[in-house]
Structures are given as structure tokens and as C-alpha cells.
């Protein structure tokens, strides 16, 4: 990988596309090992054929069908009517669905994907820069790392033999902790760009139930999906078919605004939306092949072993190493990979081994949202019509609010 990477990074400078520059970096890595171009067309195949990463093209098409069938413009009304008063309101809005949805959805693409969706189109009527929308939607989807039934978490109990049971009590704290700093950094970013509430005071409660009650089938929707998923009725993935469903079902016979002709231009919107994602998803799995390949990641995190025995210092080492990881790896690999390394390491210098799935899980869901590989990155970005880089520049303070 040490030619590998160089060349993606030169390739993306020069402007190609981010799934052409990391297909183009993993077949020079295949060719300078000599390696059989089977495995590179098989590695691109399986990446986009997860039953889990299902739930993205899922949602994405579900984000759109509840802006066709009317589902989004009535929680927007809602939501107006909430947080009508709170500097950059849909900004806030975004970090509490991700925290009710996040553990629906199971992957942090699907979330970041679906907000997008559903909150993007009303963000840009109402003036918000869409670097700023992209990053809030992005970041905000985040805390799917720790909320459950978190993908990762189920991984990383697995793998390292911990209680999943404690890992999914343990979630809500950091995930409600990245709520409510995300809604903070969203309000003194939103006064700084001039984002301002849509109404001078809070609205009454009869205001707030008249518009609950017109709303009731687009609030149905959220606590059907948690409750299924609770229970154990459906996958994460499963969930997104319920979704496409529900809102199909709620468009055409609840609402009636879900026309043949709107439904055609929304699988047509969706397929292109899709298509992009899947080959970025694709080409980085050939990308992951040569890091693990190289056994790149085995090696740093065993020289990150022998350097202190200081819980602290080791921790923060451990934090910045899987950052990095997260910057060119996709998480389930790095959970995969890293957890028997890492957690046996931790815990003889005295950390909890439920404390340390809090911090990897949401360290390597980060990444999905830094470049160069960052998957939700180009996603929002791509959803939102910016520039990655508009996206990075209006998100840093949440970035920090994040770590």
C-alpha cells in the first residue's frame, strides 16, 4: 500500500471521481503484488452484495418516498413547530432523529443517507448553506456508533467475547452525550452564519398538539421501525424494506399524494443515488483487501502496544490509531481486525473492556465521515449537491464536538 495510497491521493488532487481514484489505487496495488484480478473483481463484489449494507440503498429509497408521499413535509411542520424558536432548528432536529433513528437504521450511512433525504431539500429552502446542511446530517448520523442495536457494537462483543447486553445499556450514554453536544455546536455554528429561529417565541401547546395530531401517520412510522427492532421482529436490514412500505402504503392510501408519475421519478432519483454509493462502496473494498493485505493495521497496533503501559497516554494513542484506521478502512473491517489485537491490550493496563467498545466503535464509525475514504462523506455530500470539501469546512466544529 505505501505506492497505493499516494496514487489515490494524486488521483483525487486531480480531480477524478473518489470511487475511480480508490478503484484505480486498488488495482495498482493488485498489480504491483502480482495478485490474481479474481480476487479484485470478487472483493468489489461481495462489499456491495452485505446483507447489512442492504439497509443503505434501502433507506436512501425510503428518504425518498417520505419526501414524495408527504410524510417528510408534515414532521417538518412538526418539527417547525418544536424547534421554530432554536437557532438552525432543522439542524437540531437532525441530531434527534439520528439519536431515535440511528439504531433503526443499524449503519451510519443509512442514517446520514436518509436525513439528508428527508431534511435537505427544507434546509436549503430556508437558506442554510448546504456544506453546513451535509456535515450536520452526516456527523449527527454518528452516534448510530453507540445508540442500539448498533452493528458495530454487536461486532465488537462478539469478537472480543463482551457482553452485548452491557455494551447496548452502556450505548445511550455517549450516544445522548453526541445529541446534545452536536445540538450545542448547532446552535453556536447557526448564530454565526446568521441560521436564525424561525419564530421569535416557543409555540403553545395547543399549537404543538393541533399539528401532533395532523402528524400522527409520519410519527407512527420512527416508533413502529424502534419497536420492531427492539423486539427482535427485523433486522436493521429488514427494517429498511418495512420502511419502503410503510411509506408507499401511507403515500398512495393515507395521504394520496403518492402518484404512478411521482413514484416513477422517485425510483428513478433513487437508482441514481444508489448507483454512486454502490460503487464507492465497491471499489473500497478492494481498497480494505490491501491494508489487510500488507497487514498494515496488525503492525501499527502491536508497535502502539510497546510503547507505554500508561492507561492514558495508551488510550490516547489507541484513539488516534483507530481514527486513522477509520480514514481508509470500513468499520465492520476494523472492528473485525483490531478488537482481539487491541482489547486484550486495554484491559491488562486497567481499562474497561465496555468503556473501550464505546471509544473504538465510535472512533471507526468516524470515519465514515473523513476523507479520503470517508463512505457517508461523499454521500451527503453527493445528496446535498456540495463539494466534500464545503462539507469539511462548514462541519469542523462539529468534528470537534464529535471527538
Not at 9 to 26: E, K, N, T, Y
Not at 321 to 349: K, S
Request: net charge neutral; charged share 10%.
Amino acid at each position: 500500500m505505501e505506492l497505493a495510497i499516494p496514487v489515490f491521493l494524486i488521483f483525487l488532487l486531480l480531480g477524478m471521481p473518489v470511487a475511480f481514484s480508490i478503484g484505480m489505487s486498488g488495482l495498482i496495488f493488485f498489480l504491483i503484488r502480482d495478485l490474481p484480478m479474481s480476487v479484485l473483481v470478487q472483493k468489489s463484489i461481495s462489499t456491495s452484495q452485505s446483507f447489512t449494507m442492504l439497509a443503505i440503498p434501502l433507506f436512501i429509497f425510503a428518504g425518498n418516498l417520505m419526501n414524495s408521499s408527504g410524510i417528510t413535509s408534515r414532521l417538518m411542520k412538526l418539527a417547525n413547530v418544536c424547534t421554530g424558536h432554536m437557532y438552525g432548528n432543522l439542524g437540531q432536529v437532525s441530531c434527534v432523529l439520528s439519536t431515535l433513528m440511528g439504531g433503526v437504521s443499524g449503519s451510519a450511512v443509512a442514517d446520514a443517507a436518509m436525513q439528508s433525504r428527508i431534511l435537505g431539500p427544507e434546509m436549503t429552502r430556508l437558506g442554510y448553506a448546504r456544506g453546513w446542511s451535509a456535515a450536520v446530517n452526516g456527523l449527527s448520523g454518528l452516534i448510530v456508533a453507540t445508540i442500539p442495536p448498533s452493528m458495530g457494537l454487536i461486532i465488537f462483543g462478539t469478537v472480543g467475547e463482551v457482553s452485548i447486553g452491557r455494551l447496548f445499556m452502556a450505548g445511550w450514554v455517549p450516544g445522548i452525550l453526541m445529541m446534545v453536544l452536536l445540538m450545542i455546536t448547532c446552535t453556536i455554528s447557526a448564530r454565526k452564519f446568521g441560521y436564525k429561529p424561525e419564530r421569535l417565541k416557543r409555540a403553545s401547546i395547543s399549537e404543538i398538539l393541533k399539528t401532533f395530531i395532523a402528524s400522527i401517520w409520519a410519527l407512527i412510522f420512527p416508533i413502529l421501525l424502534i419497536a420492531l427492532i427492539r423486539f427482535g421482529v427485523m433486522s436493521p436490514t429488514e427494517s429498511g424494506s418495512f420502511a419502503v412500505a410503510y411509506a408507499l402504503f401511507v403515500g398512495v392510501f393515507i395521504y394520496k399524494e403518492l402518484s404512478m408519475k411521482t413514484f416513477m421519478q422517485t425510483v428513478k432519483d433513487s437508482v441514481k443515488d444508489i448507483t454512486v454509493i454502490t460503487i464507492i462502496l465497491a471499489f473500497s473494498g478492494t481498497f480494505g483487501y490491501g491494508v489487510v493485505y500488507d497487514d498494515i493495521t496488525t503492525k501499527l497496533a502491536e508497535s502502539l502496544a510497546s510503547i507505554s503501559s500508561n492507561p492514558t497516554i495508551l488510550l490516547i494513542l489507541v484513539v488516534l490509531f483507530l481514527l486513522a484506521c477509520g480514514m481508509f478502512m470500513e468499520t465492520t473491517v476494523i472492528a473485525l481486525i483490531l478488537t482481539p489485537i487491541l482489547l486484550p491490550v486495554m484491559q491488562e493496563v486497567g481499562v474497561d473492556p465496555v468503556v473501550f467498545g464505546m471509544i473504538m466503535m465510535t472512533c471507526v464509525t468516524f470515519g465514515v465521515m473523513t476523507p479520503p475514504v470517508g463512505t457517508a462523506l461523499y454521500t451527503v455530500s453527493d445528496i446535498m449537491e456540495c463539494s466534500v470539501e464545503d462539507t469539511v469546512r462548514y462541519g469542523w466544529p462539529f468534528y470537534i464536538a464529535v471527538l
